[in-house]
């Protein structure tokens, strides 16, 4: 198995690898490039983010936007990411159609061993996280591996998602947990 399958499938994985680190520097290219095209030239944006992302699909996001590989990542109609947004995509990241990101949410797949010995070594691993369709999600809010947002569901500011939120709720806080059905 090589590291990138071992990555996508959520195995422990050496991201020193010579293919990952070539897409990924390929996708800080595309990171840099983005980031540093003006907001009025639109269609040169999205012609960026269509090569990052591997998709014919439109979407809105905000510089600066940075990202691991770009084609982990997996957007509905009318996804927008406002400033700041950071998205590790070792492994899959589905988002729905009619998603918001506030300002610097931050979605993160990838994570480390918690054994010293095998984090220090180098491995690391990723678990998938998907979005619901028509989530809001607050600023600066994190995202951590294997976390799943249900439908219509809103997170508030500055939360940080541990565990899964389910469908049609009101979810605040560290750790992010439910106060109110929508």
Known sequence: MTEKEKMLSGKLYFSADKELARERNYARKLCYEFNRTSPLKYGRRIKILQKLFRTDNRCHIESPFYCDYGYNIKFGENFYANYGCVI???????????????????????????????????????????????????????????????????????????????????????????????
């Open 88 to 182: 590790l995509d070792v492994n899959l990241v589905k988002i729905g159609n009619n998603v918001l990101l506030g300002p610097y949410v931050q979605i993160y797949a990838a994570s480390h061993p918690l054994d010293c010995k095998k984090r220090n070594s180098g491995l690391e691993h990723g678990l998938p996280i998907k979005i619901g369709d028509n989530v809001w999600i607050g600023g600066d809010t994190i995202i951590l591996p294997g976390v799943v947002i249900g439908n219509n569901s809103v997170i508030g500011a500055g939360s940080v998602v541990t565990k899964d939120i389910p469908s049609n709720v009101l979810a605040v806080g560290n750790p992010c947990r439910v106060i109110k059905e929508l």
